[in-house]
């Protein structure tokens, strides 16, 4: 069924991979007082990625019907969102080492917003868990 929990979720771990694309992850001022930002869109490796798991939560919540398809791709977006946090790490220290002299540097809410998509991902997984369990337990009920 469309409308249980773990849709919900998974629309949430959508919108927050969107908002990581939109938002910026990291910004800094040099020393002649002007501020970088660094966003998702970047890095092409990075935002392809993004895009890939976007894409992915929200093609999940029409897998319905298969659960055991939507579980795992519902830990395939997980184990995405973790790629995401390690390489928006590696793409902003890269970004910092070109940059020669920064006075001050800072993460900003967008970095955040991957930390979302794997605990969404997480409670979307566990909902469809707990769907083939009660599946389960009616199918010994008959």
């Known amino acids: 069924m469309i409308q249980r929990i773990q849709s ?7 919108i927050a991979g969107l908002m990581t694309y939109r938002l910026p992850l990291w910004s ?29 939560a929200f ?22 969102s973790i790629a995401i946090i390690a390489l ?8 910092k080492k070109g940059l ?5 540097g800072s993460w900003q809410f967008g970095a955040l917003m991957p930390v979302l998509m794997v605990i969404f991902f997480f409670l ?5 868990r707990n769907d083939e369990k009660m599946i389960k337990s009616l ?3 008959r």
Not at 31 to 43: C, L, P, Q, V
Not at 69 to 77: D, I
Not at 124 to 128: R, T
Request: proline share 0%; glycine share 6%.
């Open 100 to 104: 020669l002299n920064i006075a001050t």
């Open 59 to 80: 093609v999940t919540i029409f897998l319905y019907k298969n659960r055991k398809s939507q579980k795992n791709f519902a830990l395939l977006g997980m184990l995405l």
């Open 88 to 95: 928006e790490y590696f793409k902003v220290e890269d970004y």
């Open 124 to 128: 979307a997984y566990q909902g469809i």
């Open 8 to 14: 919900i979720w998974l629309l949430l771990a959508g």
């Open 139 to 141: 199918d010994r009920l």
């Open 28 to 56: 800094g001022s040099l020393a002649d007082k002007t501020t970088r930002i660094f966003t998702g869109a970047e890095s092409l490796l990075l935002f392809a990625l993004i895009i890939l798991t976007c894409i992915l």
